[in-house]
């Protein structure tokens, strides 16, 4: 009887220790921390500038068309009614990935009389974050225009800014679509 005694009691000890183990694993499991990536990327859309940078160092082509508005107090006699407009086509070349260049002819009235001039002028774009600097150059005036946008439409980019001084208000509506290349 000691014997089976001995033999039980061995029997229940072993079982209990598996009991345990079992109860162990069941009870308190292993954990393990979420996957968290290695680095973070950040997706992010072109800006029109970028765009149209890139479609220039893909090889495409865009022209560009600017159109001005001269409002003015004084000078009279020089502008029909106060008011003078300017005009000029020319083609986007891209200078490095911040910067693009277009020289254009811009045609302005002369003293009300009909007259027409060509004045070359020289319209440089740069990149300034998401938006970008208008430096607008010829030999008669010189202007810098800081945070202008470019707005993407369906048929091209636009640009639309202003300057404003104590006698005379200028407005600038810039057009940058694609054109066909010449060889």
Do not use: W
């Not at 345990?20 to 072109?46: A, S």
């Not at 490095?96 to 319209?123: F, I, M, W």
């Amino acid at each position: 009887m000691k014997k089976s005694l001995k033999k039980t009691m061995f029997l229940l000890l072993l079982m209990s220790i598996i009991i345990t183990n079992v109860q162990g694993q069941v009870i308190k499991p292993t954990l393990k921390k979420p996957f968290k990536p290695l680095t973070r990327t950040h997706f992010r859309l072109p800006t029109p500038f970028e765009e149209i940078a890139q479609g220039l160092k893909q090889g495409k082509c865009y022209g560009v068309v600017l159109t001005s508005l001269y409002l003015s107090v004084r000078n009279r006699e020089h502008t029909l009614f106060n008011k003078e407009t300017r005009h000029g086509f020319g083609s986007l070349v891209r200078i490095n990935d911040n910067e693009l260049k277009v020289v254009l002819p811009l045609q302005l009235g002369v003293r009300g009389t009909g007259a027409v001039n060509s004045l070359e002028t020289t319209l440089r774009l740069k990149k300034r974050g998401n938006t970008v600097a208008v430096e607008i150059r010829n030999s008669q005036y010189f202007y810098l225009i800081h945070n202008a946008k470019i707005v993407k439409k369906k048929n091209g980019y636009f640009i639309t800014i202003e300057n404003d001084t104590n006698n005379m208000t200028i407005s600038f509506t810039f057009s940058i679509f694609r054109t066909d290349c010449l060889i």
